[in-house]
């Protein structure tokens, strides 16, 4: 008589890919929920950013009386351009824009090239007191600007450099941050030898600095432009200071004198906003590849 075992069955667990595909299958749910809040707050933000130049741009090319009616809506009706022919007519709303555009522009590049050779000494060169001028400059950026308003003004007046084109330009010619944070790519993403092999090759501090360096720094560079342009262009407590003339206003000051105006123009401050708004488009634009690259150089050390 002969008995025959039984063996329990072994539970077969799929291995590789079919693993795998059953992990992400049993994670899919909380995943999902995830994702769809994120994207649910993404969106949100989105309209909360959005709306207010919708907003802008519905009323500029509405009536006066129709951008505040009630209900509100969001598409004009009807549809006028009035308030674009009386801002560009009736107001100096071109040399408003020409100086905003021109002084920014200077400034920018200006103070991209002066940060970034600043920036460069800071971390590649060693010079008694070097540790004290890093901490004061640095220390720098936790007064505000309207602390030093009055003595910048006092000091650009006395000099005779009052020139708006000059004037403009001086408060961000060498700001901290532009210097701060060129010093801190510099240091994470240009390593000492790259830097020594050009001096062994006869090559001049200058054209160092000029041949190797900048072209390494071109993400940070285009991040520190588009903040540098937007501090310019946006600048409004200095310009208020400085100029006195009406025709020679920026931007910011020439929609804030409609603004404050005994009519309270509305139609044609939506109007120049609208306008005011299309170089700094622009600029992000152009701009944005080197502004992510920028922004997230800092996090991966080099």
Known sequence: MST??????????????????????GAA????ARRGLLYATLIALLVVFIAPLLWALSGSFK??????ATPPSLIPNPVTLENYRNLLTTQPFWNWFAISIGTAAIA???SVFVCAMAGYG??????RGKRILFAVMFSSLSVPFAVILIPLFILVVKSGLANPWFALIVPWVAPAFGIFMMQQFIVQAIPDELIESARIDGSSEFGTFRRVVLPLLRPSLGALAVWSFLQSYNSFLWPLVIISDSTQYTLPLGLNVLYASENRSYDLVLAGAVLASIPTILVF????KQLLEGLVAGAVKG
């Open 4 to 25: 025959t075992a039984t063996t329990p069955a072994r539970t077969t667990v799929p291995d590789g890919p079919a693993r795998r595909r059953s992990e992400r299958t």
């Open 29 to 32: 749910p909380s995943t999902l």
């Open 63 to 68: 009536q006066r009386g129709d951008i505040f």
């Open 108 to 110: 920018t590049v200006v």
């Open 122 to 127: 800071f971390a590649k060169f060693r010079f």
């Open 285 to 288: 634009v152009l701009l944005r």
